[in-house]
């Protein structure tokens, strides 16, 4: 092991391409502490500036074969430096993202609208009622409880196209239902208006 203190970045390059463990341990050992130095002025987190270190020497190890590396040292580094960059954005992402998700905004519904809504409601759950039974079973599996159509088409003992076709036949109706109420309201409000 002590030859390969001796070898150049070079030869070492060669010697990991062709799976020499031994030369992995050399290069790990010649630049961990420069590559850790270079992720903790950024990151300031030793397990992070640990961790992409570890990350790095896992890509090096798993591109062994790939690599095309001419300078070791100046290609480690600029990994390095990758890798906490994006360590950098995915953290300002998840700030961003949380900041964002605290403050999340409560508008309150006009009391007309939230009647409308209801009337809406109050009309589809009709429309579902007046739906074919194996239909309305297929719609309440799927809106109700989630179910996947391959799941509901294994619980009827049916395809799983007939369950789309049922599906959309189902929606087709509900539809035409929603437009003819939506159409009687706007007349409605038209003639208020006037």
Request: some cysteine; charged content about 30%.
């Amino acid at each position: 092991m002590k030859e390969y203190q001796l070898y150049d970045n070079k030869l070492l390059l060669d010697l990991l391409s062709k799976g020499d463990e031994s030369a992995f341990t050399e290069i790990y050992s010649r630049f961990w502490q420069k590559l850790f130095a270079i992720s903790y002025n950024r990151l300031k987190e030793i397990q992070s500036a640990e961790d992409i270190v570890h990350d790095v020497f896992a890509s090096l190890w798993a591109n062994r074969k790939k690599n095309e590396i001419e300078f070791l040292d100046n290609y480690l580094a600029t990994a390095t430096k990758y890798m906490v960059l994006a360590k950098i954005m995915k953290k300002e992402r998840e700030r961003i993202y949380n900041n964002t998700s605290h403050q999340t905004q409560v508008f309150e519904m006009p009391i007309e609208n939230s009647l409308h809504y209801k009337c809406i409601l109050e009309i589809v759950k009709n429309e579902v009622e007046k739906l074919p039974e194996k239909c309305r079973l297929i719609f309440k599996y799927s809106r109700n409880e989630g179910m996947p159509v391959r799941q509901i088409a294994k619980e009827l003992s049916i395809s799983p196209k007939t369950v789309e076709n049922q599906l959309n036949k189902a929606l087709k109706q509900l539809k035409l239902a929603i437009r003819s109420f939506l159409n009687f309201f706007v007349f409605l409000f038209s003639i208020w208006l006037f």
